[in-house]
């Protein structure tokens, strides 16, 4: 991938570019490489990039962590599954019964 999973550089826009212009760079490119026009595998690739880059920045929140933090920030505000917050739990209740 030429553009490094730059959400940028996916849709072909500037770091500074308004939203209107991250609209139009998405709604070209989903144009461009939708599965229904386009069957090749690296259209189903190319389509699906430009949409995690388009949802990402067309969120001012998102695109805000993404700037300061990259993918990684994006990552980070993922709520854990539900079997692993019970695990986190189910191991306080023993650090606490070891106190008492």
């Known amino acids: 991938m030429a553009n490094n999973g730059d959400y940028y550089a996916i849709l072909g826009i500037d770091k500074n570019a308004p939203p209107g212009d991250i609209k139009k760079a998405y709604r070209k490119l989903a144009l461009k490489y939708h ?10 690739e190319r389509f699906k990039e430009a949409a995690e880059a388009y949802e990402v920045l067309q969120d001012p929140e998102s695109r805000q962590i993404y700037d300061v933090y990259g993918r990684v920030g994006l990552e980070r505000g993922k709520p854990t599954e539900p079997s692993e917050a019970r695990d986190i739990f189910s ?6 019964g070891d106190i008492g």
């Open 35 to 44: 599965p229904d026009r386009n069957s090749s595998e690296e259209a189903k």
């Open 91 to 96: 191991n306080l209740g023993s650090v606490f």
